[in-house]
């Protein structure tokens, strides 16, 4: 599926459009495989490479093989494209064992297919013992951010870091990346621990409430259609003024709608009462409600610096301490996603307000994680660069061209590429994955 | 009076009905004015929109009710099975049943009331009531002759029969008839029916305006405190019903000139101010069995308590066309042994302001309680705090079927909201007729 939106895209693709962007060397992105019913995992077989010891690789090759993947022979004289290749190099100690790493992954990614992904597997860095091994370990990620900027049709490169006895927990945070679920996300690195709380039970059953701010347009109800797909029960909250819609999107989804400004001096309260009663607490929280007033920062008046922190971050902020006040308004082992922003990340002319509320919010899900953490719950974020919604289709021409090229993929991201990194947060494979911030960006080159 | 009151029966207030139907919560459209916002929309996309919010609102997608059951008062001949045809346009189970349900203004309070007795004797466990109404979208009849005229042609064989009937054809048949709201019995606009009524009972042009006044300011103040977030679902853009004034004033209304009983003797006093103008909308409640709102974990609001209907001689003894709830309200007090001091909220529908007062000043008049409802004195007087306190017809307008919905939604939300007590609600219909019901918090 390719961006509707996105005509130039469209134009590049193929014809005498495609041809003209050869010549001249212009971006030509590619359609972006996304995730569908019933459909593979991968496009073609998967490679598993191993460094040294390479503890993980037999663990890796057994899932891959559960989900469907079809396991490759490096050696054999085939040219079949990979659908992914993975790099067990969790066991990198030296630079002797980083100069190895050349050998076999380089061939490898040249015979990666169109969408392939590659998945490189490295080390916690608090877990090496030795100031070399530290260096080798970081220097894996000045690897993989690079191999994601010269992947070409689709392919997106990343890497998990393993900590010490995360042992199952790897298995979500693998499949997620090496389905056609993490599209948009490439160059990031995402540090992986042992399952949070008595994660069994949780694995089978999935969360089966959840609150889904701003449900009503865009990313939220991309949001809510994805947490549905699995049977969560979504509770789609909006302004509202917003309700025809969001009675759309609640209806379409099996949820249910309740209108709420979120920014109300009673809304967390209200929440609280309407989840004990109506639902017996939610499993989970997205805040993704989220506007824009953009102003250089000497022309930011009172209200525009105001209204973007209220609704952005004090707003997660108070709903939060709300639901956490009321027992049982949050069920055991409840995670809270929260939406920054790469511009929060690196900050963006004429979003002083905007960026610092995003920024505001990183902060927030770290904190917040180690309380939630008591319960076996956890808190992450999600940071979305440019993605096609009303929000950006707002934005002047020029810096919307602007934000949809200058990433490695080339493209602006899809409402369903983030909800699909939101929903993977939310459920049980990330039950390994808490307080961090996950990029959705296509590698954007901001803040990278 | 039609009401066969037996004043030797003893009240029976509790346990006369097997049980109680809750009432859940509702949604309506906000309602627009006829030929504005809703000018393209039927009938049917807006109780479809109606239903559509409630399920979202309770998360109802999927789910097989008990039954679905409204009506429209301006009703298309294609409509035969509107409720039907709505609800397979929604998002609920196509599995759930419906049927039509008519009775002027009445019908969506009607449509309440016979399903909360389904839900009472246990034949249903959950379901939709309401009504829609489009004036802008009102169906446009051919002319009578033209009609016959196409039917006969539809009769015919041969050419020479088609020829005859045709011959019949005057060009002035192809102006449509297009419905109004006058009484078939006698000619009569409802709204000169109601002046003559006002003139009756003295009523002023001052305290219709007044009232009136009072409907748009407790509207706006609903609105303002978020009262209806959970009431109304926005629809085609619009977020509030836009016959309301917020800044509506004496002063403003008093400059309107006089639309009805310019032809009676006695001033005319109603204007398009004290009245309610055509209107589109649409309004749907959600009733259910105790136990079935416990099992999907939803708070009763209120129990429907008891309805009574009431309908008058208004075509050959000439009482008021809009008075029968005159006569069913203190019939339904009297069955439950509730008097005007047991009630916490009066609903009295605004079809005009003069109507609500005419039926207050009747139950005021002791010689009126004596003669025609066989009381010993006055039935009471209702205090006007308690009357209509998040406005009524006059602010939201009046699309015909749907007020029943609009108001015992409000009011069961009303009562959860105070935590307790007892309202009564009155609607009065075209025909003479009227329907009234009790409502009690759980
Ligand atoms: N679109 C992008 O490129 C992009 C990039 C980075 C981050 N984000 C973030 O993702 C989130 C969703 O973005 P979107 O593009 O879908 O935005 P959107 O404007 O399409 O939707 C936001 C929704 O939030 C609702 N909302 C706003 N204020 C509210 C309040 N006080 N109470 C309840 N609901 C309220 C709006 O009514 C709207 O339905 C936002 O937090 C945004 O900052 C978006």
Redesign the interface.
């Known amino acids: 599926m390719s961006a509707p939106v996105d005509a130039y895209a469209r134009l590049v693709r193929q014809g005498p459009g495609a041809a003209l962007a050869r010549r001249l060397g212009a971006p030509r992105p590619t359609a972006l495989r996304r995730w569908e019913a019933g459909a593979d995992l991968l496009t073609g077989p998967a490679l598993v490479l191993g460094i040294g010891a390479a503890p993980l690789a037999a663990d890796v090759s057994r899932w891959l093989a559960a989900a469907g993947a079809r396991l490759a022979d490096a050696e054999a004289a085939t040219d079949d494209r990979f659908g992914a290749v993975v790099l067990d190099a969790s066991a990198v100690r030296t630079t002797a064992d980083l100069a190895a790493v050349r050998e076999p992954l380089a061939p490898a990614f040249r015979r990666l297919a169109a969408n392939g992904r590659v998945l490189v597997l490295g080390a916690l860095v608090a877990d090496t013992t030795t100031v070399e091994a530290a260096a080798v370990q970081q220097a894996l990620e000045g690897l993989v951010r690079t191999l994601g900027k010269e992947a070409r049709a689709g392919a997106t490169v990343n890497l998990l870091r393993v900590g010490e006895g995360a042992g199952e927990a790897l298995r979500g945070p693998l499949e997620f990346l090496a389905s056609a679920r993490s599209a948009f996300v490439s160059g990031q690195v995402l540090e992986v621990g042992p399952a949070r709380g008595g994660d069994a039970a949780r694995a089978s059953a999935g969360p089966r409430t959840a609150v889904v701010t701003g449900a009503a347009q865009g990313i939220g109800a991309a949001v809510a259609e994805v947490l549905a797909r699995s049977g969560t029960?979504v509770v789609?909250v909006d302004l509202?003024?917003?309700?025809?819609q969001?009675?759309?999107v609640?209806?379409?989804?099996?949820?249910?709608?309740?209108?709420?400004d979120i920014t109300?001096a009673s809304a967390p309260a209200a929440l609280a009462e309407h989840l004990l009663?109506?639902?017996?607490g939610a499993d989970v929280v997205v805040h993704n409600a989220g506007i824009t007033r953009d102003r250089s920062f000497v022309n930011l008046d009172e209200a525009g610096w105001a209204s973007v922190l209220e609704v952005n971050l004090r707003a997660p902020l108070r709903l939060t301490e709300g639901l956490l006040a009321r027992e049982g308004a949050l069920r055991p082992q409840a995670r809270v996603v929260q939406l920054s922003s790469i511009n929060g990340i690196a900050g963006a002319k004429g979003q002083a307000n905007y960026a610092a509320s995003k920024a505001g919010v990183i902060g927030m899900v770290r904190a917040l994680d180690a309380r939630l953490a008591a319960s076996g719950g956890a808190a992450s974020a999600v940071a979305p660069g440019f993605v096609e919604t009303a929000m950006t289709a707002r934005m002047p021409l020029l810096p919307r061209e602007v934000g949809r090229r200058a990433s490695s993929l080339q493209q602006g991201g899809l409402p369903v590429d983030v909800a699909e990194a939101v929903a993977f947060l939310a459920g049980p494979a990330a039950a390994g994955i808490s307080g961090q911030v996950l990029r959705v960006c296509g590698q954007n080159l901001l803040g990278a | 009076m039609s009401v066969p009151a037996d004043p030797a029966a003893a009240p029976v207030p509790e346990g006369r009905l097997p049980r109680r139907a809750a009432i859940l919560g509702g949604n309506r459209t906000p309602f627009a004015r006829a030929g504005g916002r809703y000018a393209e929309a039927s009938a049917q996309d807006l109780l479809v929109?109606a239903i559509?919010?409630l399920?979202?609102?309770?998360?109802l997608?999927?789910e097989q009710l008990g039954e679905v059951v409204a009506g429209a008062v301006l009703k298309h001949s294609r409509d035969l099975n509107l409720t039907r045809e709505a609800v397979l346009s929604?998002?609920l189970s196509p599995r759930t049943p419906t049927y039509d349900v008519a009775q002027a203004c009445g019908t969506g309070l009607e449509a309440a009331v016979l399903l909360a007795n389904k839900i009472a004797l246990g034949q249903v466990e959950s379901g939709i009531a309401g009504g829609t109404d489009s004036a802008s979208d009102a169906p446009i009849a051919v002319d009578d002759g033209l009609r016959r005229v196409l039917l006969a042609l539809q009769r015919a064989r041969t050419p020479q029969q088609r020829l005859a009937a045709l011959s019949r054809f005057r060009p002035r048949q192809v102006v449509p008839a297009t419905p109004r709201v006058t009484e078939p019995r006698t000619g009569l606009s409802m709204g000169e029916h109601a002046a003559r009524t006002a003139l009756q009972w003295h009523v002023s042009r001052e305290d219709q305006d007044l009232l009136a006044l009072e409907s748009h300011r407790h509207l706006a103040e609903a609105y303002e405190r978020?009262f209806?977030?959970?009431l109304?679902?926005?629809?085609?853009?619009l977020?509030r019903d836009d016959n309301l004034r917020p800044d509506t004033s004496l002063e403003k209304l008093a400059k309107l000139r006089p639309v009805f009983g310019r032809d009676e003797e006695g001033p005319a006093t109603m204007t398009a101010g004290n009245s309610t103008p055509l209107t589109d909308g649409a309004a749907v409640v959600l009733l259910a069995s105790d136990a079935w709102a416990a099992e999907h974990?939803?708070?009763v609001l209120a129990h429907l308590v008891d309805a009574q209907t009431a309908a008058v001689d208004h075509v050959r003894a000439g009482e008021g066309l809009l008075t029968a709830p005159v006569f069913a309200v203190p019939e339904l007090l009297r069955r439950n042994g509730w008097t005007f001091d047991d009630l916490d909220l009066v609903e009295i529908h605004e079809a005009f302001a003069s109507t609500v007062l005419a039926t207050t000043a009747a139950w005021e008049d002791e010689e009126f309680c004596r003669t025609r409802l066989g009381l010993d004195g006055a039935l009471g007087t209702i205090d006007r705090k308690k009357l209509n306190v998040v406005g009524s017809s006059l602010a939201t307008g009046h699309p015909f079927a749907a007020t029943g919905a609009r108001i015992l939604a409000s009011t069961a939300k009303l009562l959860a909201e105070r935590g307790g007590g007892r309202a009564l609600i009155s609607i009065c219909a075209a025909g003479g007729q009227g329907i009234a019901a009790l409502v009690e918090a759980p």
């Open positions: 029960h789609c509202a003024a917003q309700g025809e969001l009675a759309r609640a209806n379409r989804v099996g949820g249910s709608a309740l209108h709420l109300a009663r109506r639902h017996g | 929109a559509d919010g399920v979202a609102r309770f998360g997608a999927g929604t998002a978020g209806f977030d959970d109304l679902t926005p629809y085609l853009g977020r974990r939803l708070d």
